[in-house]
């Protein structure tokens, strides 16, 4: 069993964190799928979009991802998951949706916990320093380590 992700976000996250996962993982193109709300786009619109990308996964259970809680994004959400075959969970990130994706298979609330440590465990503050055992490069602007 594969449990599609529907992620539900202000324009232009929610394609921008599907294309993200497709650049890591792009076999599960037909298991993620995104819907960028415009401002000003009636809500209605908006879900109507959103029923229809469900069916299009025709996936046995749905985690629908949102960015902002209480904002249009997340309200059209909860009009369109049933608790039971689809669940919401909001505060999307990319840590977040990359360990969904790698527990697609799981039970839909397995999924869900998985979604919550994921996207909180990768919330961290990270040292601007070098660790101790390093020394710090001066910084040369013409250095291409990630050269495309």
Same mark, same amino acid.
């Given at each position: 069993? =594969?449990?599609?992700?529907?992620?539900? $976000?202000?324009?232009?996250?929610?394609?921008?964190?599907?294309?993200?996962?497709?650049?890591?993982?792009?076999?599960?193109?037909?298991?993620?799928?995104?819907?960028?709300?415009?401002?000003?786009?009636?809500?209605?619109?908006?879900?109507?979009?959103?029923?229809?990308?469900?069916?299009?996964?025709?996936?046995?259970?749905?985690?629908?991802?949102?960015?902002?809680?209480?904002?249009?994004?997340?309200?059209?959400?909860?009009?369109?998951?049933?608790?039971?075959?689809?669940?919401?969970?909001?505060?999307?990130?990319?840590?977040?949706?990359?360990?969904?994706?790698?527990?697609?298979?799981?039970?839909?609330?397995?999924?869900?916990?998985?979604?919550?440590?994921?996207? $909180?465990?990768?919330?961290?503050?990270?040292?601007?320093?070098?660790?101790?055992?390093? =020394?710090?490069?001066?910084?040369?602007?013409?250095?291409?380590?990630?050269?495309?």
């Amino acid at each position: 069993m =594969t449990i599609g992700i529907l992620i539900i $976000a202000h324009a232009p996250l929610a394609s921008a964190l599907r294309a993200c996962v497709l650049h890591v993982f792009p076999d599960v193109e037909q298991n993620l799928v995104a819907l960028d709300v415009r401002a000003n786009e009636p809500p209605s619109d908006t879900l109507d979009i959103a029923r229809t990308m469900v069916e299009q996964l025709d996936a046995p259970a749905v985690l629908v991802l949102t960015d902002v809680f209480g904002a249009t994004p997340c309200n059209v959400a909860q009009q369109l998951v049933d608790g039971v075959h689809s669940k919401l969970v909001a505060g999307v990130n990319l840590p977040m949706l990359l360990r969904t994706i790698n527990y697609r298979h799981e039970s839909l609330d397995l999924l869900v916990a998985r979604a919550l440590a994921g996207g $909180a465990q990768c919330i961290m503050q990270v040292a601007v320093s070098a660790p101790l055992n390093q =020394t710090k490069k001066p910084h040369d602007p013409n250095h291409r380590d990630h050269s495309q």
